[in-house]
């Protein structure tokens, strides 16, 4: 059985890049992450990070493990939760990007609720990027949104191939490639923009909407194509694989925490939504 103590931390160390970074995070020294990464190894029987003076990695197995410490801490978690006589209370304010309202986590936090009935939850849907100033400001607790690739901010719960799309059909020609987009400081905006900068080719911004709605009504129609995570792709439109069109590479979906130690109402969430990672990532579908 491995130990939940040492299993965050190895989350920590994968989150931060680092065991200095880690242990900042953990509020615990150094030596001390790496005695408890040391452990887990030993436990596992494998070689979990491949460590070189510059650079640290996961192996193949501290990738399989990332999965299994989320799994045995968040099962913990409930657990610890179905067998407490306490009931949590309190407010928890939790930001979330638009596209992620938009698939099943709506079911997850209905269940949330139904498990934690004296916990006050309000919800605020918008951009990553906005929500993340805003969570900076104080104004939000947690925000699951997203992230560039080799950002450190939040906690990693998957990561996605950003494509793009269109209504089934779609036929992509030489000329100014239409753009159906969130506004800026929209991460896939910037994203889509670059990626046509660095090819040389020309962009028409045909629609600009705040919700994905907005976005899908307007690819449905014809106005143009939407960048986005493959696996929460709109009902109604498909990946177009062009070479005429840039690859846009991945983005990645995190958890962010406005206090490096969270509250009983946070962790349960936190727990929750990782949990449920799978189901979130489009394949419960």
Known sequence: MFDPELLRTFLAVERAGGFTAAG????LRQSTISGHIARLEKAAGRSLLRRDTRNLALTADGVAMVGFARSILAANGQAEQFFSNST???????????????????EV???????????????????????KTGMEAGDLDLVF??????????????????????PPGS????????LVTYPAPSLTRRI?????????RICRTTCVSDSQLGLRAASLAG???????????????????????????????????????????????????????????????
Do not use: C
Request: charged letters at 25%; a negative charge.
């Open 109 to 131: 936090l209905l269940e949330f609720r139904r498990s934690h009935p004296g916990v006050d939850l309000q919800l605020t849907v918008g951009l990553s990027e906005t929500l």
């Open 192 to 200: 889509a923009l670059r990626a046509l900068k660095r090819e040389g």
């Open 145 to 166: 949104g997203k992230r560039l690739p080799g950002e450190r901010h939040g906690e990693v719960v998957w990561r996605d191939r950003l494509v793009w799309a269109g």
């Open 24 to 27: 900042k995070l953990l509020g």
């Open 88 to 106: 949590l209370t309190g407010l928890l304010r939790l930001g979330v990007s638009e596209d992620l309202a938009a698939n099943d986590l709506p």
């Open 171 to 178: 036929l992509v020609s030489d000329g100014p490639v239409p």
């Open 223 to 285: 106005l143009g194509y939407i960048v986005h995570a493959e696996s929460l792709l709109p009902d109604g439109l498909v990946v177009i694989d062009d070479p005429h069109l840039p690859d846009l590479g991945e983005l990645e979906f995190v958890l962010m925490h406005r206090r490096s130690a969270l509250s009983a109402p946070e962790q349960a969430l936190r727990d929750a939504i990782l949990a449920n990672a799978h189901r979130l990532h489009g394949h419960g579908r």
